[in-house]
Nanobody
């Protein structure tokens, strides 16, 4: 069983930056693909970014060029650096871990474990 704990969310003005962290425990972190998803009020959960066990990164179109996902296997931690934040980035951000990607890194159903989420609010 893998436990994921996110941190780093908060309130920031438009154009600002935040770095989210997700610490994993209870499994072999380096074996997992890691993803970030978000859910805005009244909307469905959506894919944000993912990084494979081999370090290949993927991004949703709305965040390309602004967000960067990275991982530190020694610390069992995945990061999401968010720059040039916009009000539409406001959401609860969730970290997720997948032992096997079958349908694609952007498919939430492929992920086995989820964190509790951290709130990101971008004021205009």
């Amino acid at each position: 069983q893998v436990q994921l704990v996110e941190s780093g969310g908060g309130l920031v003005q438009t154009g600002g930056s935040l770095r989210l962290s997700c610490v994993a425990s209870g499994g072999t972190f380096s074996h997992y693909a890691m993803g970030w998803f978000r859910r805005a009020p009244g909307k469905e959960r959506e894919f944000v970014a993912a990084i494979t066990s081999g370090g290949i990164a993927y991004y949703a179109d709305p965040v390309k060029g602004r967000f960067t996902i990275s991982r530190d296997n020694r610390k069992s931690t995945v990061y999401l650096q968010m720059n040039s934040l916009k009000p539409e980035d406001t959401a609860v951000y969730y970290c997720a871990a997948a032992s096997t990607i079958l349908r694609g890194v952007s498919v939430g159903a492929d992920y086995d474990y989820w964190g509790q989420g951290t709130q990101v609010t971008v004021s205009s």
